[in-house]
C-alpha cells in the first residue's frame, strides 16, 4: 500500500480532506525567516520554477483576514541584464 | 506571501518578476510598508538620469485579493540644473499616507514643495502630480476634487 492509500485507511470519511491535505502540504516548520522561506521556494522542484533570484530581500509579517502571514520580496539583476 | 496554518508556515502566493526597474544592474530602494487597515505592499524607488537632468519616481506593489499589483506610480522630481539647457527647472513633490478611507486603505496626501520651477512647455509638466488627497477606488488613486488619478503607469 502506497502512502496515500495508507493515509486514506487512516483517515476517516469525514476528516479525510482536511487531515490529509494538511499532511500533503510541504511547509516550513516553527519560526520563518527568508533564508528560510528562499530555501523552501527553491526547494519545489515540483512548482516548475526557476530558482528565486536573491540579492537583496525584505520581508514583512503582518495580519490579513485574522490570518498571520509573511511577505518575502526579493531583487536581483537578471543574468541577462550583465 | 506564507501564512501561518498552526505550527506551519503555509506558501499561499509564489509570484515572480513581478517588475523590472532600477537602472545599470542596480534596483532602486524600496521598503516594505501598509497601505491601509489590512493592505500590505512594497515600495519601490525609482528614477533615471542622463545628459543633466534627473527625474525620480515611486511605485506601490500592493498585495490584493491573493496577488501583488502595481498600484500606483507617482513622479516626485525632475531637474534639468545639470544640464546644457539655458532655461533651467527643478522640481520636487513629497506624499505621505493620511487616514485610512471607508474602504480601509489609507488615502494619499500629496504636496508640491516650496521654491519650485517648472518646464515651460506644458508637454514637460506631465509628470507634476496635482496637489491634494487622492483616494483609492478599488483599482487606483483618484483625486478627490479633481478628475486625475495615480494610475499604476
Redesign the interface.
Known amino acids: 500500500m502506497d502512502r496515500g492509500g495508507y493515509r486514506m485507511a487512516l483517515c476517516g470519511v469525514d476528516d479525510f480532506e482536511l487531515l490529509c491535505a494538511?499532511a500533503e502540504?510541504?511547509?516550513?516548520?516553527?519560526m520563518?525567516d527568508a533564508q528560510k522561506?528562499v530555501a523552501?521556494?527553491n526547494g519545489?522542484p515540483s512548482?516548475g520554477?526557476?530558482a528565486?533570484p536573491v540579492e537583496?530581500y525584505?520581508?514583512?509579517h503582518?495580519?490579513?483576514?485574522g490570518?498571520?502571514?509573511?511577505?518575502?520580496?526579493t531583487?536581483a539583476?537578471?543574468p541577462s541584464?550583465? | 506571501?506564507?501564512?501561518?496554518?498552526g505550527?506551519?508556515?503555509?506558501?499561499?502566493v509564489?509570484q515572480?518578476n513581478l517588475a523590472?526597474m532600477?537602472s545599470y544592474?542596480?534596483?532602486g530602494e524600496?521598503?516594505?510598508v501598509?497601505w491601509g487597515s489590512?493592505a500590505?505592499g512594497?515600495l519601490v524607488n525609482d528614477g533615471w538620469g542622463g545628459y543633466g537632468q534627473f527625474t525620480s519616481f515611486q511605485n506601490l506593489h500592493g498585495?490584493e485579493n491573493g496577488s501583488f499589483r502595481h498600484i500606483f506610480n507617482i513622479q516626485l522630481s525632475d531637474t534639468n540644473g545639470a544640464s546644457l539647457n539655458p532655461e533651467k527647472y527643478g522640481w520636487d513633490a513629497e506624499w505621505k499616507f493620511g487616514p485610512p478611507a471607508p474602504n480601509g486603505i489609507f488615502d494619499m496626501v500629496v504636496r508640491l514643495k516650496p521654491g519650485n520651477s517648472y518646464p515651460k512647455e506644458p508637454g514637460n509638466r506631465k509628470g507634476v502630480p496635482v496637489q491634494g488627497v487622492y483616494r483609492y477606488d478599488g483599482t487606483v488613486y483618484k483625486h478627490l476634487v479633481k478628475h486625475v488619478s495615480l494610475g499604476p503607469e
Do not use: C
Open positions: 494538511s502540504t510541504p511547509a516550513i516548520v516553527g520563518i522561506a523552501f521556494l519545489q512548482s520554477k526557476a528565486v537583496e525584505a520581508t514583512q503582518a495580519l490579513l483576514d490570518k498571520e502571514v509573511f511577505f518575502l520580496y531583487t539583476n537578471p541584464n550583465n | 506571501m506564507f501564512e501561518k496554518q505550527g506551519k508556515w503555509v506558501n499561499k509564489d515572480r523590472s532600477g544592474g542596480v534596483a524600496r521598503k516594505p501598509q489590512h500590505y512594497l498585495f
